[in-house]
């Protein structure tokens, strides 16, 4: 079977007044009905990895090389209408502020069933009715009333059901969730990690869920890839992550997450903030925030190793803890 | 001036606190009684009032001296409303806050509460005065209310606050980062030598490992210059961290309130209980399997009657679509309070006085 998604070497360049070296040498792959979770902070690539994926970014302002593949299909060299069919009918995306992302001059049925007729060249009452089966399947409620409400009209929680019944409306393969939470109160919050859960099992689609929240992403996915200063430094399923967090970064993390914390202990916070990117890491961009640090970090790009299969680590310290496996 | 002197008129020790303190060590440093705060929202073509938002509705807490409170809460529950109408930001309508023993508006005007209360905003570069320099922002209110040396203030407690005077006071916020901007924002409170710091969602907005590290400097500043919180935040695990006592709002209501080890070992209202499931369990092996709570919290502008979480609670009875519960203290813990019909005997509800069951 092809894989579902076969990233290979991405390095992503935004140029302008100056150059940002968003991604560096990133390499991701993904089995058919697999949920990943891309965790890391502000800066850290993630969102920009799947604007990437479906070539979202500008084609002016960005440097693109190495390669992308969703189910066979090469991603970067899609242009014009074979893009068209490929966003939304293949991949599609689920963003954070589901206000912004809803367009507010058209009912919510509307929206979703223009999608449907687009990819699937269905009638509009067709379309219609596969809007309305989607509104039920995301579990809104009266959700023949909802068809007809303008996003306005919709609490936030609402609105993000509506937004995945959007994203899901032309059952794509792979679905990318761009913080789709974050903006959301914490008992909605659970509501539509288990409602997202629940669908990918249901459609048996591959989910990339972009998330800060170490919680959030041991609640939705089987797998973790950490990103530090747009590479990936750390990847594994999410209880080797959770359980043996092997490169400093991911384990400060961890321990930001005060889950459980001693009350008024110090905090082991990392000391510092993420490097702005402007030129190119050619030593380990964590060097300077790792308490582990050596000269080695800072002479050259940390090697790779992988203690098992797909799992990996970018630190030099990793590699003592494989020769003693 | 190094980074680490600090000048002798902000030290809170030679600052004779003792002289600012009036009622007390015993005396709470502030005491809230039934405030309450609607907002008219207007519509049609003459701009009548169509409706009001019950955005605050019958409010009443203490904050002991030097005690950390943490309010927590989804959005619209009155949080941050609570905030500034404790800061004087906007005007309340009806109830008392009473700084110190001195009521507001009565025996003590706005200006002199402004200098003992200072926020902290969720948004750190919204709350930066973009054309002011960060040395200029933060020595901003001391130069207002006629403080000595507003500068001088300023540049070190940016050096207290872990940003080198010499390298940031005349950078502009937009060349800071978030974590940077929110320091600056903390610094600009405590040029006042405050005695509360209100912190609305202060850390929310900042990545985690950035939290981390305005978390402990919250913690030494506290100790250091014998500071009040308030802490606002949504994340259970931040404000269980650094609060002494929590306090859960709900549509304008307070719903509990107790000690944090209290709290954390028994939630006594339902909602508390909601909101404590759905925090992510951290375990792979052991996910969420049923969200806590169906829905989103009702609209503020028309509350259900009764007790406000009765839609969307599981124990719900008659008598809690008609009769809004009391908050009191449990039986057997009397500094944990919580307003609900089953822990009061008497209310009426079939399970009342047994307690939330399981």
Request: charged share 25%; aromatic share 4%; proline share 7%.
């Amino acid at each position: 079977m092809t894989k579902l998604l076969d990233i290979q070497n991405l390095t992503l360049r935004f140029k302008g007044k100056r150059t940002v070296h968003a991604i560096n040498d990133v390499s991701l792959s993904m089995e058919q009905g697999e949920t990943l979770a891309l965790l890391g902070e502000s800066g850290s690539g993630k969102s920009v990895t799947l604007k990437a994926l479906l070539g979202l970014l500008p084609p002016k302002r960005t440097e693109i090389e190495g390669k992308i593949e969703v189910n066979g299909t090469d991603v970067l060299s899609l242009s014009g209408k074979k893009l068209q069919k490929f966003r939304g009918g293949e991949v599609s995306m689920v963003f954070q502020e589901p206000a912004l992302a809803l367009d507010p001059v058209y009912t919510v049925g509307h929206q979703i069933a223009e999608s449907v007729m687009r990819h699937k060249g269905v009638s509009k009452a067709d379309a219609m009715s596969t809007a309305l089966d989607m509104l039920d399947r995301v579990r809104i409620p009266s959700a023949n009333r909802r068809l007809h409400n303008y996003p306005h009209e919709l609490s936030g929680g609402m609105r993000q059901r509506v937004m995945i019944a959007l994203a899901l409306a032309c059952r794509p393969r792979l679905l990318l969730a761009d913080e789709p939470t974050t903006a959301l109160d914490a008992t909605v919050q659970i509501q539509i990690l288990l409602l997202l859960r629940e669908l990918q099992k249901e459609f048996g689609m591959g989910v990339i869920f972009v998330t800060h929240d170490i919680g959030v992403a041991v609640e939705i996915s089987e797998r973790v890839a950490v990103m530090y200063a747009g590479q990936i430094v750390e990847e594994g399923t999410t209880s080797e992550i959770i359980k043996s967090a092997q490169h400093p970064y991911t384990q400060g993390l961890l321990a930001a997450n005060l889950h459980d914390v001693e009350r008024g202990a110090r905090l082991n916070a990392i000391p510092g903030a993420p490097p702005s990117l402007e030129t190119k890491p050619d030593s380990c961009s964590f060097a300077p925030r790792c308490p582990h640090v050596t000269a080695e970090c800072r002479a050259a790009l940390p090697p790779v190793f992988s203690p098992a299969p797909r799992r990996r680590v970018a630190c030099v310290k990793a590699a003592p803890a494989v020769a003693a496996e | 001036m190094s980074a680490t002197d600090l000048s002798p008129a902000i030290k809170p020790k030679t600052a004779a606190p003792e002289s600012r303190d009036k009622g007390g060590p015993a005396q709470p440093l502030v005491i809230v009684r039934d405030l309450q705060k609607h907002f008219p929202v207007r519509g049609g073509i003459l701009g009548r009032t169509q409706a009001m938002v019950q955005a605050v509705d019958g409010v009443s807490f203490e904050v002991k001296k030097g005690e950390t409170l943490g309010i927590v809460g989804e959005s619209g529950c009155g949080k941050s409303t609570t905030a500034r109408l404790l800061i004087g930001l906007i005007e309340k309508d009806k109830g008392e806050i009473i700084f110190d023993g001195q009521g507001l508006g009565e025996r003590l005007s706005l200006k002199d509460l402004r200098k003992d209360v200072q926020m902290v905003f969720q948004d750190s570069y919204a709350s930066l005065n973009p054309r002011l320099t960060i040395e200029d922002s933060v020595a901003f209110g001391a130069k207002v209310q006629g403080l000595d040396d507003p500068n001088g203030r300023a540049r070190s407690l940016m050096a207290r606050v872990g940003l080198d005077p010499d390298r940031f006071a005349h950078r502009y916020p937009h060349e800071l980062s978030g974590g940077q901007r929110q320091r600056v924002n903390i610094a600009r409170a405590l040029a006042m030598s405050p005695r509360l710091v209100v912190l609305d969602e202060a850390v929310s907005a900042l990545d985690k490992s950035v939290e981390a590290q305005v978390l402990n400097l919250l913690s030494d500043l506290r100790k250091e210059f014998g500071l009040t919180y308030i802490f606002i935040s949504h994340d259970l695990n931040v404000v269980r961290y650094i609060s002494d006592r929590i306090l859960v709002m709900y549509l304008g209501e307070v719903v509990e309130v107790a000690p944090v080890d209290s709290i954390w070992r028994e939630q006594a209202h339902p909602y508390t209980r909601s909101l404590f499931s759905a925090m992510p369990s951290m375990d792979p092996d052991n996910r969420t399997q049923e969200p806590p709570l169906a829905g989103d919290p009702p609209n503020p502008i028309d509350p259900p009657k009764g007790c406000r979480f009765h839609t969307r609670c599981r124990f719900a009875s008659e008598v809690c679509k008609t009769k809004v519960p009391k908050l009191m203290g449990l039986s057997g813990n009397a500094d944990h309070l919580a307003a609900c019909h089953l822990h009061d005997a008497t209310s009426g509800h079939p399970k009342a006085g047994q307690g939330v069951p399981q």
